[in-house]
């Protein structure tokens, strides 16, 4: 079975600063990795996803994360954060012949001004 | 287009009672999932359809909880002698088929088990 550790249950950060959530994973077989997001009494919205190929994927709002196999993590990386940036970020994994998502437990960001 | 739907977005029931969660998925889209968010927890998968098929309910917690999905379309969660713990936040998503690997969700419906 697979599973999910976010390591940072709450990231504060300052407007423009960078920033950067982690996520290790860990499974005996190939996985798809996804970060979500989840604003206020909203439901989850793709970020961006990492199916194969190159190992720096890009998603909207400007966030990009890696997936580095040797150490089986995923972290989601954003240069500049916007107060809108404001939300529950969630990792998450899925066995290619499985069609279930593993969640972490979320981190959740708050940027300050 | 419209997205998942999920209704109620709120229910507050009693111990003991039967409850239904609805979720109309997006038009087209024969992979229906359900998760469950428990407070300060992340999503956990319950069961899944493939068309009107359950093809995984290996999430499903014990006996009271049941889904159906009977036309393909809309799905209902159904959850007997609800418990204090049952209380979360029940996620429905849909994709266009189960090979497509991105899940739509929905926002949810909050259950809270007085």
């Known amino acids: 079975a697979q599973s999910v550790t976010q390591l940072d249950s709450q990231v504060p950060v300052f407007e423009e600063a960078p920033v950067e959530l982690r996520c290790n994973y860990s499974s005996s077989v190939s996985v798809y990795l996804f970060w979500y997001v989840q604003y206020p009494n909203q439901g989850l919205q793709l970020l961006l996803k990492?199916?194969?190929?190159?190992?720096l994927v890009k998603g909207i709002n400007g966030f990009e994360a890696e997936f580095n196999k040797s150490q089986t993590s995923f972290h989601l990386r954003k240069p500049s954060v916007h107060i809108s940036d404001t939300a529950e970020y969630f990792c998450?994994?899925?066995?290619?012949?499985?069609?279930?998502?593993?969640f972490g437990k979320g981190t959740l960001l708050t940027v300050n001004p | 287009g419209a997205g998942v739907s999920q209704t109620p977005s709120n229910k507050v029931t009693e111990k003991g009672k039967y409850v239904e969660l609805r979720c109309d998925p997006i038009s087209g889209h024969t992979a229906l999932y359900w998760y469950r968010q428990s407070l300060g927890q992340g999503p956990e998968f319950l069961i899944y359809f493939q068309g009107t098929g359950a093809a995984d309910d290996s999430g499903l917690p014990n006996d009271r909880f049941f889904a159906v999905r009977p036309e393909g379309s809309v799905s209902t969660l159904k959850i007997q002698r609800t418990e204090r713990g049952d209380s979360a936040v029940y996620l429905c998503a849909s994709s266009p088929s189960v090979n497509y690997n991105e899940q739509f969700f929905g926002p949810g419906t909050r259950l809270t088990v007085l």
């Open positions: 990492y199916l194969s190929g190159s190992t």
């Open positions: 998450a994994v899925m066995r290619g012949s499985n069609y279930k998502l593993t």
